[in-house]
């Protein structure tokens, strides 16, 4: 089955800076890349995804690439903010198909003041 | 809509005793999801439905875990006896299958068995 791996597993970095997440999977079949957010004590939630007919897709401060060849895919969140600090979870899927979703281990992010 | 409602929202018991936890997926949603977050092994898929019907339970953990989903509208996960070691939080999570997988998680049930 797919596997998703995702580093680092904690990230601090000042307001204003930049923040990358990445992640690799396994199966060439998925075609399906979600990104959620779950801040303290709240629930998942979908803040951006791409599918692999794209390369990259960006809404206001964040954006995602994809390499298909590589199997890997990144979260980039610009000019970060204390409401950006959340654990952040990426994902795989195959559109359609019967199978679930396979998050990664999730990336403690903490945006320091 | 009112989202994926899940109930109850904190539920403390003894080791021992059934628990049984419920969730409501969104109106029209065919897929539903359980899963498990806990700290050491994050969040965990135990199983998932289409249409009312189990497709992989393969996460369940053992057979103390148990899901149903009657109707289109409801499910539960039952756990029966619990242990210390089932304490976490459980999300209940739908989605529509001509979507691209997105799923919408309800905002969990903090199970502490004691």
């Known amino acids: 089955g797919e596997n998703v791996e995702q580093h680092p597993s904690t990230l601090s970095v000042q307001e204003g800076d930049s923040a990358v997440i990445k992640c690799t999977y396994s199966d060439s079949a998925s075609n399906y890349f979600p990104w959620y957010k779950q801040e303290l004590g709240k629930r998942p939630q979908l803040i951006i995804d791409?599918?692999?007919?794209?390369g990259e897709k960006k809404d206001q401060r964040i954006a995602v690439t994809l390499n298909k060849t590589a199997k890997h895919f990144s979260l980039h969140i610009t000019e970060t903010q204390p409401e950006d600090s959340a654990v952040y979870f990426c994902?795989?899927?195959?559109?359609?198909?019967?199978?679930?979703?396979?998050f990664g281990s999730g990336t403690q992010l903490t945006v320091l003041p | 809509d009112a989202g994926v409602i899940q109930s109850p929202r904190h539920e403390v018991t003894e080791m021992g005793q059934e628990v049984t936890l419920r969730c409501k997926p969104i109106s029209g949603h065919d897929y539903l999801f359980w899963y498990r977050q806990t700290m050491m092994r994050g969040l965990e898929l135990l199983i998932y439905?289409?249409?009312?019907?189990?497709?992989?339970d393969s996460g369940m953990p053992e057979d103390r875990f148990s899901a149903k989903m009657p109707n289109a509208s409801f499910s539960t996960l039952k756990i029966q006896p619990s242990e210390p070691r089932d304490s976490a939080v459980y999300f209940c999570?739908?989605?529509?299958?001509?979507?691209?997988?997105?799923?919408?998680f309800g905002p969990g049930t903090r199970l502490t068995v004691l």
């Open positions: 999570a739908s989605s529509f299958r001509l979507a691209y997988n997105e799923q919408f």
């Open positions: 994902a795989a899927s195959i559109r359609g198909s019967a199978r679930q979703l396979t």
């Open positions: 439905f289409n249409n009312n019907v189990p497709i992989d």
């Open positions: 791409i599918r692999s007919n794209v």
